[in-house]
């Protein structure tokens, strides 16, 4: 399962549970499927992976979009630096993690 398109890590922990809930309740879903939560690097906190985690939440793909990158344009070392930090705290919360740079979008 994938939340994405966005920035779906913006929803309440709560609210992804309930769905996660909802969906079992109607399909039956696999003990190892993977659920994947979007999240913006610039706007990533352990606590808050942590809560998606226990809310069900087994994978992270942090996204960089053009916009994001062209505004960071003039900082290289400020985006590398957030990024890397961004990353470094999804590792530290789930064991599969994504980081996708999205140019032409």
């Known amino acids: ?3 994405g398109g966005g920035t779906p890590s913006l ?6 549970e309930a769905i996660l809930n909802e969906i079992a ?7 190892d499927v993977e659920v994947t939560l979007e ?7 352990a606590s808050r992976f942590r809560s998606f985690k ?8 942090l996204a960089f979009r053009r916009s994001t990158i062209s ?4 900082r290289t070392s400020a ?3 957030e990024a890397l930090a961004a990353l470094s705290i999804a590792n530290s919360v789930f064991q599969r993690t994504s980081f996708d740079l999205i140019y032409a979008a």
């Open 25 to 31: 309740r109607h399909w039956t879903v696999a003990k």
């Open 39 to 45: 999240a913006n690097p610039t706007s990533v906190e």
């Open 71 to 74: 505004t960071l344009k003039s």
């Open 11 to 16: 929803m309440a922990p709560s609210t992804v």
């Open 1 to 3: 399962m994938f939340f």
């Open 54 to 61: 226990a809310a069900g939440v087994n994978r992270v793909s």
């Open 79 to 81: 985006f590398v630096a």
